[in-house]
């Protein structure tokens, strides 16, 4: 199982890697439905790694 560091570096690089080659987000600066869907994910192992006791659930 991923540590939620791991599982936030992953989120973090597949948000970014998508906002730089998407055509609707980098280029006309609106974020697509994908885009939303990965900083989401994003956001929530970001939470999760600032719970304490993450490592527990």
Do not use: G, I, W
């Amino acid at each position: 199982m991923p540590s939620p560091e791991d599982a936030l570096q992953v989120s973090r690089n597949a948000y970014e890697e998508h906002a730089r080659t998407c055509r609707q987000c980098h280029f006309d600066m609106s974020p697509c439905a994908v885009s939303k869907h990965l900083l989401r994910a994003y956001n929530n192992a970001r939470r999760a790694q600032a719970r304490p006791n993450s490592a527990l659930r």
